[in-house]
């Protein structure tokens, strides 16, 4: 059995959807006990009702996006409405190192389980709220979804086509990011923790740790500039742009980086006569006759494959590379020789693949060890086994709705 | 190597010279350039490590020479992006190709914790400075290389700037028009990505050495990280065999028809058709971001248009034709309103919606204002400058960042006599040689 990491931590899991799970799913990939704990009146979002793909009557076990983000953890079911439920709460808190949650702030402290009452039962406890804009501010409780912080945070205004409309930027980017944010934010804490004992209090924003990506801050900081959308162009090197390629929606970018390149480029596709053109000898004859180079440069592409096209630039010492759908990255060779998808089965999605580790360690390496959880499967390890609870008290409280194994919902269906 | 035993006392308050913060017993050097190893190292001084950066003599990290500058004049000591990613740290110049400055790099790696670098797989080897090189200094050392395709693989040794790594780790495909080419996204997303998760991956092994005493070699690659942004289209193409197209300004439309599921708490399930669009409004663009049912109910109450709610063209299934018919309605009725109208309306109505702030606006955002995430710092050339501050407010460990970027070589005197104990003369032997 292989050392992990974190597998001596433990981590009492509220959050939901993506940005909260994004960081438990970092902690439990490293052998950390993720907890993740449901209400039977209120899954995880993310298994997701509106997708039923037929493999069975649990539809709220089979969606594959859940399944991704929460492999390696468990999962138990407890009403934390009412009285027994919180008591048997507390109890697990006392015995774990980490409490996070992704709510809107109100949602902690009205169920009466904020920091300070957590310290009650733990004084060391290391409890995060990740809630979109942070616990305090006037926009504190908006409801934040992560389209509002791509908007909020200017990724919205600087993405698009040169002189056009913001586009969307398809991830949404709080969500991961904040995700990242709140597992260093844990393990900071951890660490300080292991040195003087004590736990504390962490607010991460996910507006706040997108925003410290706008690199564009600092040119309206001294010049008073704002940024502009460039499509795919760049500030200091030209040219750069996404080319056509064979085929249907097949695209390869291309990036010249200095005046060096220009003339690698040009030697590598075999000295067209445009590469020859004085006025593109220089950075700043390239950029203003940047709409002819990229027609020019298309002209080479586009009978092309897209993978021809970069391994040939590559190989000359040009940054090229193909434009590919994320399940395109399945069949890629590099993603395949470095073994970055991780098989998983599970018992009623089947067998997929996952994106496995963010990072290779070398000692201590990591992989996906259990699919994600059934709703309320851990029920029976954390209240009988951690917590001592016998045969007859978990009969009682699955009687009485405290604990369950399915949503509220299944029964409708 | 020494381990350095920490006492409680160590972990003073928040101000500049006592060693505090999260990291306050941490060393870390900082061999990073431009924004990926820089921004992770940033993370770490933030925390309170101690981090020495290390750069070419006379020139320096080369983010250095890239903007922007103030009135768009190059110069050594005032680029505004490294002064944002270098806040904190010290600086060292070190010629690592030189033998003095590989030996003084060896003793600085012995006494510290952990070392960034961002460089392609094959420097540091050629320098004499792999991992198995280092790990004989010093075995607990923990080295996080950031690359952008990783240290293996056929790609390994590719080149790649923001745009090529975005392409080939799924990012840009489904960004922009269908009937344009894609688009990447604006600024340096990814770089910054790999920053924090760096720091993050380098926390990982920190704890696990807490525990064990045992360092080791990171290797984080920037296309990895992309990889796992996109993981959830993966998993849906798995799903369905289909990509996600691009589609605008506008979320995806769902490709499959989805059963009915009105008995299902409209508060637990993400609506049929996801209403998700940047639209305009009087003073600017707004957001619209519904994902849950019972927001795009609240939606059709907020403009007006309460029949909406049963119209079949967007109950079970939303696609192309008719999200154009919703555009119109959603337009019609941004236009008479601001965008601070339309987000504090929304939120009354808790439905999801937010400012497309550009970046004045971001700068000047009231929500950062208010919890101060901009923070003034000092630059000996720059002056007084407003930077993003804290990643995230901790209650006993206060976000660090009381003083400004160093100049080049700054603390050549700090590290190299004070610290390592190299004479004076050796110093200007080492400076004539172009080692320091």
Known sequence: MSVLPLQNVRIVDHTIAWAGPQATQLLADLGAEVIKIEACSRPDVLRGADRHIGKGEKFWETRPWFIQINRNKLAITLDLNRKEGTDLYLKLVAISDVVIDNFTPRVMPNLGLDYNDLRKVK??????????????????????FGDCINAFSALDDITGYPGGPPMRPCIAYGDPTSGFASALAILAAIHYRTRTGKGQLIDVSHFEITSKAMDGLLDYAMNGRIQKRMGNRDNAMAPQGCYPCLGDDKWVVITIADDNDWRVFGKAIGNPKWTQDPRFVDVTGR?????????????????????????????????????????????????????FFEESNHPYAGTMLLPGMLYKMSATPCHIRRPAPLFGEHNRYVFHELLGLSEEDMEQLTKTGIIGNEPLYAKNW | ?????????????????????????????????????????????????????IEKPGSGDGARRLGPFPGDEPHLEKSGLFSYLNLGKKSVTLNLKSQNGGKAFRRLVEEADVLIENFRPDVMPSLGLAYEDLRKFNPSLIMTSISNFGQSGPYRDYRGYEIEVGALGGVQADTGEIDREPIKFGGQQLQFQAGLTAAFATMSAICYRDASGIGQHIDMAIVEVAATLKGYATMNFQETGRHRVRSGARMWQRLQQVPNVDNIPPQTRLTPGACIVILPCKDGYVCLDTELTSQWLSLCDMIGHPELKGDPRFSSLMNGAYADDLDAILKDYLKTKTQREVFEEATAWRIPAAIVNDIAQLFHDPQHRARGFFVQVEHPVLGKIDYPGHPFVMSETPWKQVSGAPTLGAHNKEVLVDRLGYSTDEMDTMTKDGVI
């Open chain 1, 287 to 339: 950029r203003q006759h940047h709409d002819e180079l990229d027609s020019l440069i298309a002209s080479y592409t586009s009978s092309r494959d897209r993978y021809e096209v970069m391994n040939l630039l590559q190989n000359a010492g040009i940054a090229a590379a193909p434009v590919l759908y994320p399940g395109e990255l399945l069949t890629d060779p590099h993603f395949a020789q470095r073994g």
């Open chain 2, 1 to 53: 190597m020494k381990r350095r035993d920490c006492s409680i006392s160590d972990a003073g308050g928040i101000n500049g010279d006592t060693r505090s913060g999260a990291l306050f017993d941490l060393k870390v050097i900082d061999l990073g350039h431009f924004i990926a190893g820089p921004y992770c190292a940033s993370l770490l001084a933030g925390l309170g490590a101690e981090v020495i950066k």
């Open chain 1, 123 to 144: 004084s060391d406890i290391i409890v995060v709220h990740q809630p979109g804009y942070g616990t305090s501010g006037p926009y504190r409780d908006a409801p934040a």
